[in-house]
């Protein structure tokens, strides 16, 4: 089970002032998603902003 608000997938649109996820979801996804249940998505990567720094230690 994953929180969509801890995903590299799931961003912030300026223009709309909404997240959402930038993934292309089928029918059955997105309903799960739509209806916050938790799910094991199968898109879901932690977000971890330091992860490039790491690798390049």
């Not at 996820?21 to 059955?28: V, W």
Request: glycine share 4%.
């Amino acid at each position: 089970m994953q929180n969509c608000e801890e995903c590299w997938n799931y961003v912030f649109d300026e223009r709309t002032g909404t997240f959402y996820c930038q993934m292309d979801l089928d029918e059955d996804e997105m309903s799960r998603f739509l209806a916050g249940a938790r799910w094991n998505c199968p898109y879901f990567r932690f977000n971890d902003e330091y992860e490039v720094v790491r690798k390049q230690n």
